[in-house]
């Protein structure tokens, strides 16, 4: 079992950056597959990043395609998502989710969860 927790978020002007991370207790949180995704209100929770228990592959949303890095730190139990060039369609409550095994962009093949960070991108 793990429990996710995520900070970094903000409010933003358009064309800035953010960081988050995500932290992750337990001694085996590197065994986990890590994915980020986002949901904006009246909206499904969407798919943004992951990133394979070694770190040795991710995925990303066409959306997110060259302006998001997904990265992790399994010595420090954490996982980041560095955005760039924000959008305001970026606007959204970011959440952490842990799964042992393959990348999913199907949220509900995830088993853990973090509580959301607020990510604001003001035109």
């Known amino acids: 079992q793990v429990q996710l927790g995520e900070s970094g978020g903000g409010l933003v002007q358009a064309g800035g950056s953010l960081r988050l991370s995500c932290v992750g207790s337990?001694?085996?949180?590197?065994?986990?597959?890590i994915s980020w995704f986002r949901q904006a209100p009246g909206k499904e929770r969407d798919f943004v990043a992951a990133?394979?228990?070694?770190?040795?592959?991710?995925d990303y949303a066409d959306s997110v395609k060259g302006r998001f890095t997904i990265s992790r730190e399994n010595a420090k139990n954490t996982v980041y998502l560095q955005m760039h060039s924000l959008k305001p369609e970026d606007t959204a409550v970011y959440y952490c989710?842990?799964?042992?095994?393959?990348?999913?962009?199907?949220?509900?093949?995830?088993?853990?969860w973090g509580q959301g960070t607020q990510v604001t991108v003001s035109s």
């Open positions: 989710a842990a799964r042992l095994g393959s990348i999913f962009h199907n949220p509900g093949r995830y088993n853990y």
């Open positions: 337990g001694r085996t949180f590197s065994s986990y597959t």
């Open positions: 990133i394979i228990w070694t770190g040795g592959s991710t």
